[in-house]
């Protein structure tokens, strides 16, 4: 009995460690949140010491937080609905229909999966200017639709219709469906579950992007929750700490109950990411 | 007559097919692949973006950045970054993947938590870590190591710590994909050949270097390029926690690059740059390719 408990020991103290260096963090950021600025530093707390719940109203008067919290919702929503809505026509398309150069077309698009934003971001830029849109939320809408955040839905979607049986759309034929209705009518219904799995990649990745409204948002009303979270700044110049730490609490909170409910959902999706 | 038809039918068939690739494809055309042929275009411009001036200039763009010290040394710190990140990453990740693929009790817990930093925001992680490396005694780390007597340099301001700051903080970033895919590569190893080296009285080291590792080596392979690609493309943990820092120790290629396109407004030197890091992440995916076609090779 006590042998059994001391071969586990090793296996306990590794969780107990793994534990510490990876929730602390975030313990930390929201013990934190509740501070004050000056107690914010020195001993850590495992609680907070001024409960300050005011930090998080504060947040929306220093700068307008709402506005930044609600364009990020928009860039997301867009880009997330436009990812996977373009992604299944493609998709289906390259896995069910017999048309000239589909499979040129499919290599070429699949080139964009190895595509580093960093490499295209400065004609992007040019493109932006000539078209308007700079310092505007249309970028950032548009490039996770396309891009390979499109490229990657695009072939999980093309991987997932190739399997399905040529009988479901035979039988929508003979019923009289033209071809976007049996896509909108079978193909999109059956595929949900892919589509979801797509659908919080493209939506966790939109929600953290970083370098593009970087370089494309000057204004501050129109700053993504990645801007604004560096922007905690007083009349001076000086960090607002306790504010900083509140806002990026309240920015990570959507990405943070996605995950948690769907828990093996998000990391399989990811995985695949990675293994593409 | 009937020749005619299926004429139309094909017709009709290829309308509708690029009807609903056209859309994907249009996008591709204005957001991937007409900006890779204007870099390699603005590469060899005099362009400024303040200026608006665009110039052919031939190859000096080039020229100058084989000349420009601050270009090597953002290549050397990239390279530095990847040494560490990289071997870090696997080492770590595959020791935990087979340590916890046992399906002990509170594996699904771990599997958890290592995974948080993987959906945070890079930039939240990053303004979290900041804090938490504060030198003196003001940071949560520092204390922590005064309590076993360990004085905390100032990570983030000091040549060498700096890096490793950013080197761990990428590390723990990324540790949880890294172990999850292990996990699944851990979980498809074939058991009766592990059964059988047991048998054979295989001890636990051999086992693993003689057994486990060879088999889960196209996997390794995969994610080592994988992740260095990934490190190549390092930014937004650069730009927040040192800013490039100290003395310019932590300046990696795409900060260098964001630095002298929008800050120095000298867009086609930096289209130059990133023509580098495209070639550079080109022959790493070449690579990638062609471990794949190995790695399937071994299934079939």
Redesign the interface.
């Given at each position: 009995m006590n042998r059994k408990y001391l071969k586990q020991a090793p296996y306990a103290l590794l969780v107990v460690l793994l534990t510490i260096l990876f929730v602390y963090p975030f313990w930390w950021m929201v013990v934190n949140s509740l501070n004050s600025s000056a107690e914010i530093f020195g001993v850590p707390k495992l609680l907070p010491t001024s409960w300050a719940f005011s930090n998080y109203h504060d947040i929306f008067t220093v700068q307008p937080f709402a506005r930044h919290y609600l364009n990020t919702l928009a860039v997301a929503f867009v880009g997330t609905a436009g990812n996977v809505l373009l992604a299944a026509l493609a998709g289906y398309a390259f896995a069910r229909m017999r048309f000239p150069l589909r499979n040129a077309a499919f290599l070429l698009l699949l080139t964009a999966l190895m595509m580093p934003i960093e490499v295209t971001i400065i004609p992007l830029f040019f493109q932006m200017q000539r078209w308007g849109a700079l310092d505007t939320l249309v970028p950032l809408m548009l490039l996770p639709i396309f891009g390979s955040q499109g490229a990657f839905s695009t072939f999980m979607l093309r991987q997932f219709y190739v399997t399905v049986p040529n009988e479901l759309e035979e039988a929508a034929r003979i019923d009289g469906l033209n071809p976007l209705g049996i896509f909108l009518k079978i193909m999109l219904p059956i595929a949900v579950p892919v589509l979801s799995s797509v659908a919080i990649l493209a939506f966790i990745a939109v929600w953290n992007t970083y370098l593009e409204p970087l370089v494309f948002i000057s204004s501050l009303e129109n700053f993504t929750l990645p801007l604004s979270l560096t922007n905690f700044n007083d009349t001076y110049g000086l960090p607002q700490w306790h504010l900083q730490l509140a806002a990026t609490t309240l920015s990570i909170l959507p990405i943070m109950v996605v995950y948690l409910l769907f828990q093996q959902k998000v990391s399989d999706a990811m995985v695949n990411t990675g293994l593409k | 007559m009937k020749q005619h038809s299926l004429k139309a039918n094909h017709r009709r068939?290829?309308i509708?097919?690029?009807a609903?690739?056209t859309?994907?494809?249009a996008?591709?055309v204005?957001?991937?692949?007409?900006?890779?042929i204007?870099?390699f275009l603005?590469s060899v411009q005099e362009k400024n973006?303040l200026f608006g001036t665009s110039v052919f200039n031939g190859l000096e763009n080039f020229r100058l950045l084989f000349a420009d010290p601050l270009f090597s040394k953002s290549l050397v710190n990239t390279l530095i970054f990847s040494a560490g990140v990289v071997p870090l990453n696997l080492i770590f990740s595959l020791l935990l993947a087979l340590?916890l693929g046992g399906g002990?009790m509170?594996t699904r817990?771990?599997?958890?938590?290592?995974?948080?930093?993987?959906?945070?925001?890079?930039?939240?992680?990053a303004?979290?870590?900041k804090?938490?490396l504060?030198g003196g005694?003001?940071?949560?780390i520092n204390?922590?190591l005064s309590l076993v007597g360990i004085e905390g340099p100032n990570w983030l301001f000091e040549k060498g710590w700096a890096m490793a700051s950013v080197i761990i903080n990428r590390v723990?970033k990324n540790l949880?994909?890294?172990v999850?895919?292990f996990m699944?590569a851990v979980l498809n190893m074939p058991g009766d050949v592990i059964e059988a080296a047991h048998i054979d009285g295989a001890k636990r080291f051999t086992l693993f270097f003689k057994i486990k590792l060879p088999l889960l080596m196209p996997t390794v392979m995969?994610?080592a390029i994988?992740t260095i690609?990934g490190s190549m493309?390092v930014?937004?943990t650069i730009?927040?926690m040192t800013d490039g820092g100290p003395e310019g120790s932590t300046m990696v290629m795409?900060y260098y690059?964001?630095h002298q396109?929008?800050r120095m407004f000298d867009?086609g030197f930096?289209?130059a740059l990133?023509?580098v890091?495209?070639l550079i992440?080109?022959v790493l995916?070449a690579l990638q390719w062609f471990s794949r076609k190995r790695i399937s090779f071994y299934e079939s």
């Open positions: - | 068939d290829a509708i097919g690029w609903f690739i859309p994907q494809m996008g591709f204005f957001f991937v692949l007409l900006p890779l204007s870099v603005y973006l340590y002990k509170g817990f771990v599997r958890g938590i290592i995974f948080l930093p993987v959906v945070t925001s890079g930039v939240a992680w303004i979290v870590w804090y938490l504060q005694d003001a940071g949560p204390w922590f723990m949880g994909m890294n999850l895919i699944g995969m994610v994988v690609i493309r930014f937004d730009k927040l795409v690059i964001y396109a929008f867009t930096a289209s990133a023509v890091l495209f992440v080109l995916t």
